[in-house]
């Protein structure tokens, strides 16, 4: 059973940072794409970013309202990906959601999210 | 970018009826367009991808068409457990972009 575990979420100050994590289970996670979306509170679906696979270089894509301040890495000796965020605005509070993009690069399978809230 | 137009917003309709979701791209794409379902307090899910398959496991009430720069979905009859919002997405170039998303309520 393909398993998404995000983790890392909580409470930041405006300029802080924080490092999400995604533990992936039940596919062979080297294999695939993965993407990090966002959703605000009330609000509809922001995709945030991807990396691709190591025959890909492990090369990243970013949605222009968190270039230059998110970073998007994987670990696939440990089945992991993670979402590095510094420079935190209070418009970046939301439901993160992991995801893997499967064949077609549509995004088949999410974790359950989790909650990162930007507040002083 | 690719900027996704959903309509409507938000619709309400009666158990049985046919309900149909438009998505308006800002510009002319391949088939990259997928359709999700999200429920209040869930993860979304997949249920079209390259604008007309079906997603393994989803009821073939729901269908996807079109090309260019507008796309539907279809329920073809709904039902309660369809109450849910729907949103596009385009992939076919970076940054991939959600549509704003269309709440589907039940009479």
């Known amino acids: 059973e393909v398993q998404l575990v995000e983790s890392g979420g909580g409470l930041v100050q405006p300029g802080g940072s924080l490092r999400l994590s995604c533990a992936a289970s039940?596919?062979?996670?080297?294999?695939?794409?993965m993407d990090w979306v966002r959703q605000a509170p009330g609000k509809g679906l922001e995709w945030i970013g991807r990396?691709?696979?190591?025959?890909?270089?492990?090369?990243?894509e970013y949605a222009a309202s968190v270039k230059g301040r998110f970073t998007i890495s994987r670990d696939d000796s440990t089945n992991s990906l993670y979402l590095q965020m510094n420079s935190l605005k209070t418009e970046d509070t939301a439901v993160y959601y992991c995801?893997?993009?499967?064949?077609?690069?549509?995004?088949?399978?999410w974790g359950q999210g989790t909650l990162v809230t930007v507040s002083s | 970018d690719i900027q996704m137009t959903q309509s409507p917003s938000t619709l309400s309709a009666s158990v049985g009826d046919r309900v149909t979701i438009t998505c308006r791209a800002s510009?002319?794409?391949?088939?990259?367009l997928a359709w999700y379902q999200q429920k209040p307090g869930k993860a979304p899910k997949v249920l079209i991808y390259?604008?007309?398959s079906l997603e393994s496991g989803v009821p073939s009430r729901f269908s996807g068409s079109g090309s260019g720069t507008e796309f539907t979905l279809t329920i073809s009859s709904l039902q309660p457990d369809d109450v849910a919002t729907y949103y596009c997405?385009?992939?076919?170039?970076?940054?991939?972009?959600f549509g704003g998303g269309t709440k589907v309520e039940i009479k």
């Open positions: 995801a893997r993009s499967g064949s077609y690069e549509r995004c088949d399978y």
């Open positions: 039940g596919f062979t996670f080297s294999d695939h794409y």
């Open positions: 997405q385009q992939y076919d170039s970076y940054p991939i972009t």
């Open positions: 510009q002319s794409f391949s088939s990259r």
């Open positions: 390259k604008a007309s």
């Open positions: 990396i691709r696979k190591r025959v890909n270089s492990y090369t990243t």
